[in-house]
């Protein structure tokens, strides 16, 4: 999609091709639509005041994520404002059967784990996370975005993974049923000891 951009975009090339993948990214960052919306119209407007300027050093798809990134800490750096990754997919079709039911479930149900862990991430990696893992951003157009080197990206998306592995591990159990398919469960929260 953003291939499509030259090295010198006009604003409209650049808005038309990049709002949508700016408006899913900030949306999984801040966990609100109206919010994200917010953030891409501030976004936009520093790609249209800062795009004379660009030298063309990084990609223009790069370069707009860093300029979201950075929309987004700031956001986020509020004292009132509190992170969230939302999954995005999209509202999904009627279900044909009782099995495609039970599926789109057992699916809700791990990205509700899956998103409820990465909202306790910090920041920095949270951010690398969604760029890498979710927008597909590469290692070094994440490094990139992110404002820090490369090998900090790098090792910003390996404890960003652990970390979630850790926490799902913890939080969830994950088995295979009698169909073979891959299940979360949520474990239940350890009760209280009374003390005699």
């Excluded at 969830?172 to 949520?186: G, L």
């Amino acid at each position: 999609m953003s291939e499509n951009l030259s090295k010198n975009p006009s604003f409209e090339d650049v808005a038309e091709i990049l709002s949508e993948p700016l408006r899913r990214y900030l949306e999984r960052m801040v966990g609100n639509r109206a919010t994200a919306d917010d953030l891409l119209q501030e976004t936009l407007l520093r790609i249209a005041r800062g795009l004379p300027k660009f030298e063309g050093r990084s990609s223009v798809k790069t370069w707009a994520f860093t300029i979201a990134t950075r929309i987004a800490t700031d956001y986020f750096r509020r004292p009132d404002t509190r992170a969230k990754i939302v999954d995005m997919d999209k509202a999904p079709e009627i279900p044909d059967s009782e099995t495609d039911v039970e599926r789109r479930m057992v699916i809700d149900e791990m990205n509700s784990c899956v998103r409820e862990v990465v909202d306790t991430l910090p920041e920095d990696y949270r951010a690398a996370l969604v760029l890498h893992d979710l927008q597909g951003l590469t290692a070094a157009a994440t490094a990139e975005a992110c404002d820090c080197s490369l090998a900090t990206a790098k090792i910003r998306i390996h404890r960003a993974r652990a970390r979630l592995r850790s926490a799902l591990n913890v939080e969830c159990n994950y088995y295979r049923d009698e169909q073979n398919v891959f299940r979360c469960e949520r474990k239940c929260p350890k009760e209280p000891s009374d003390p005699k």
